[in-house]
């Protein structure tokens, strides 16, 4: 089965405290981004990867960091800078360009709800 | 500042009726547009995508597409109960290989039975 998986689904940390989320996609996609949605704020962009090896910060990059040594993963670490972490975190990638669609359409994993105290 | 502007609703139809959703965005030069649905507690999924002028079908969902307006619209045909969800906007400003999607906040659909 190809997909976007994220773990853990839920996620409960004390403040001060850093925390990595997980997400690992097994559809040989290149790109992979990181967004963030708080109740009535709809999606922002943390970060997101074009290529292994390299990353570029998004709209609210303060507080995050990632990595992405390998294709088929990209962690996503919330570091106690972060003022308000709880959220909903979802990760996603976006396929090869399509001729027939005209676009690079992007994916979602089932997210991560991660509750800071 | 790039930005995609949805009505928030919530938008009530009853079943059997078409539910109609709007977008505008703002970067004239944009590429290509989504519509994502999303159940309460759930991630977004990709149900239509659209990149040319006019009207594109896939079952009872149509996109509809004007750039010289900066508009994007969904039309339901058919409403279910099952169709309840919020439904986000999407714009690829550059339609470029790893280019960051800008979505609207989202408008929450709601049908009756």
């Known amino acids: 089965d190809g997909g976007i998986t994220q773990s853990p689904k839920y996620l409960f940390r004390k403040e001060g405290q850093n925390v990595t989320l997980s997400c690992e996609q097994n559809?040989?996609?290149?790109?992979m981004y990181w967004y963030r949605q708080d109740p009535g704020q709809g999606l922002r962009l943390i970060y997101y990867s074009q290529i292994v090896n390299d990353f570029q910060k998004g709209d609210i990059a303060e507080g995050y960091s990632v990595s992405r040594e390998k294709k088929e993963s990209f962690p996503l670490t919330v570091t106690s800078a972060q003022k308000n972490p709880t959220a909903f975190y979802l990760c996603a990638s976006s396929d090869e360009f399509s001729a027939d669609r005209g676009s690079y359409e992007q994916y979602f994993g089932p997210g991560t709800r991660l509750t800071v105290t | 500042q790039k930005e995609v502007e949805q009505n928030s609703g919530p938008l009530s139809v009853p079943e059997g009726a078409i539910a109609s959703l709007n977008c505008t965005y703002s970067?004239?030069?944009?590429?290509?547009f989504f519509w994502y649905r999303q159940y309460s507690g759930k991630s977004p999924e990709l149900i239509m995508s659209?990149?040319?002028?006019g009207d594109k079908e896939d079952g009872r969902f149509t996109a509809q597409l004007n750039k010289a307006s900066q508009y994007v619209s969904l039309l339901i045909r058919d409403s279910q109960p099952s169709d309840s969800a919020t439904y986000l906007c999407a714009v690829n400003p550059l339609n470029q290989a790893g280019t960051a999607l800008i979505f609207g906040k989202g408008t929450t659909l709601s049908v009756s039975s």
């Open positions: 970067d004239r030069g944009s590429q290509s």
């Open positions: 559809l040989n996609h290149d790109a």
């Open positions: 659209i990149y040319s002028n």
